[in-house]
């Protein structure tokens, strides 16, 4: 059972544009939300991560918006640049002693000039 | 964060073989894991490797198909037995550093197998 559902798949984004890709999570007990992004051939790296007492996280063009009731979260990369083309993971994880994350299907963000 | 490292980086192998890959971290950590990431997909969790102990593994993967050895904080080992085509996929090792909650990952080795 696919236990963090993220959308779309695959995302075609203009230079200058905003990318968004969207999660959503069932087990209510989690409380840790990473994204990791990874380039072809290369193991993923954590992008940004946000806890649910907070609604959005911003780090430079990256923006985490979390909503808790919903339990959704969302990726937003502003300004695209091709230097982003990348797979985008979302993630969920609970905190204390070791728990296993669990991570979304992926996105494959494809930025044209 | 921490530097990891894996040996091979890639390696094309026969079906009916086994490979061993290496993972080694910069610093020592309590909790090392072992993905799998078949072409396209997501990464799906081998295993556990427990310095000192049996490592856990996931359901769907056992120990004689996927050894895997920890013997100290800094290094683990996964061994892909008997391999056949549908073995090919990317391997990767990662680590959560203490109270970071956070996994960080190593490159991945590419392991075909023919």
């Known amino acids: 059972q696919q236990q963090v559902k993220q959308s779309p798949q695959s995302l075609i984004v203009q230079k200058g544009g905003i990318s968004i890709i969207n999660c959503a999570y069932e087990?209510?007990?989690?409380?840790?939300f990473p994204w990791y992004q990874q380039f072809p051939g290369k193991g993923p790296a954590l992008l940004i991560a946000i806890r649910p007492d907070v609604s959005e996280k911003k780090e430079g063009r990256f923006t985490i918006s979390f909503n808790k009731s919903a339990k959704q979260f969302s990726l937003h990369i502003m300004d695209s640049q091709p230097g982003d083309s990348a797979t985008y993971f979302c993630?969920?994880?609970?905190?204390?002693?070791?728990?296993?994350?669990?991570f979304g299907i992926g996105t494959k963000l494809q930025v044209i000039p | 964060s921490a530097v990891i490292s894996q040996k091979p980086s890639r390696d094309i192998c026969q079906r009916g073989t086994s490979l061993t890959i290496q993972c080694q971290v910069d610093?020592?950590?309590?909790?090392m894991f072992w993905y799998r990431q078949q072409p396209g997909q997501s990464l799906t969790l081998i295993a556990t490797a427990n310095q000192g102990s049996e490592a856990t593994y996931e359901s769907g993967f056992v120990i004689d198909k996927f050894p895997i050895s920890r013997p100290n904080l800094t290094f683990s080992t996964l061994t892909v037995s008997n391999m056949s085509p549908e073995d090919s996929s990317i391997y990767l090792c990662s680590v959560e550093l203490a109270g970071a909650n956070t996994q960080y990952f190593g490159p991945g080795t590419r392991l075909t197998v023919l």
């Open positions: 993630a969920a994880s609970i905190s204390g002693g070791y728990q296993k994350v669990t």
């Open positions: 610093s020592q950590v309590t909790m």
């Open positions: 087990n209510t007990a989690f409380d840790y």
